[in-house]
């Protein structure tokens, strides 16, 4: 099954990739002027940084309205500009790597769309469209939402959501990949009909190394603890489901307070904030 069409220099300055069934000529009315996107009057700003820029727009596809966030990736400095031309721009290479992702069971933001300049324009920016999780909170704020909950709803939304993540994080490492951000951030979750699902996302953090694979599996995990020791919400109880589900997933059978060990040695896991702790046991 075709998932995208290939790119084409399609553009003036520009090259497009793009899911299965786009026209050619709405293609190149992407390439040919992706910032407009961002000046769209019914876009919504999610995230100005530094380097980037990302809205929550709809884009018409064949006909129809996708929902997606449009992220326009940079650079810091004219050096990093530099490097980043000569290699893969990092929307095409998150465009590819996504719907890698997708069809090994990953739970990703699935690519729309990805504009990257051609070689006589390496200096510009590149652009990614993933679709958008409509209802889905960053980790941090998926479990502050949760706190105004019931008991009973709480305590399995927080279960479940540990098991889910661990399962998510084992497939990732099962399948030889890595992701060095494992931030609250880069983690959504949303409830619906009763089911929690998470995804990974900013696949700028995410590669398949080569060398020293579990060494890069403890630093992921060493990440997500540090992010998740800010959250008061997060119980021990909550991280031995996680590591459990994680270890399962991943076809290891260490003991989880063997890697709660390791973890502990490769993090400088932070005080956790001064205020109340949610049971979630």
């Given at each position: ?6 790119s ?5 300055g520009?090259r497009?990739?793009?899911i ?10 992407f390439a ?16 100005r940084?530094?380097s ?8 018409t596809?064949?006909g129809?309205?996708i929902q997606t ?18 290699r ?15 069809s090994?069971?990953i ?7 990805a504009v990257f300049?051609?070689w006589?324009n390496?200096l510009?920016?590149s ?15 998926f ?43 880069n ?9 929690i ?9 995410a ?6 694979i ?9 990440r997500?603890q ?17 590591l ?36 979630a046991?």
């Open positions: 099954m075709q998932l995208f069409a290939h084409s220099p399609v553009g003036r520009f497009a990739l793009a299965h069934g786009i026209e050619a000529d709405e293609l190149a009315s040919e002027a992706p910032e407009r996107i961002l000046d769209d009057p019914s876009a919504t700003l999610i995230k940084g530094r980037a820029l990302v809205v929550h727009v709809a884009l596809i064949s129809t309205a966030a449009y992220k326009r990736c940079g650079s810091r400095t004219q050096l990093r500009r530099l490097v980043r031309g000569i893969t721009s990092a929307a095409r290479r998150n465009f590819l790597l996504g719907h890698q992702l997708l090994l069971g739970a990703t933001p699935r690519p729309v769309l300049p051609r006589h390496l510009s920016p652009f990614l469209a993933t679709e958008w999780i409509e209802g889905a909170l960053p980790l941090d704020a479990t502050r939402t949760a706190v105004a909950w019931g008991s009973a709803r709480r305590r399995a939304a927080l279960r479940e959501t540990a098991r889910q993540l661990g399962r998510l994080i084992g497939t990732l490492h099962k399948h030889g990949y890595s992701h060095r951000d494992l931030k609250s951030a983690l959504l979750v949303r409830e619906i009909n009763g089911e699902e998470v995804f990974l996302v900013d696949l700028d953090g590669s398949r190394p080569r060398f020293r579990d060494a890069a599996r403890l630093k992921n995990l060493a997500l540090e992010a998740s020791s800010q959250i008061t919400a997060v119980t021990s109880t909550l991280r031995c489901r996680f459990n589900a994680y270890l399962r997933t991943l076809g290891r059978h260490e003991a989880w307070k063997t890697i709660w060990r390791r973890l502990q040695k490769t993090s400088r896991i932070p005080p956790r904030p001064v205020g109340g702790r949610v049971d046991h």
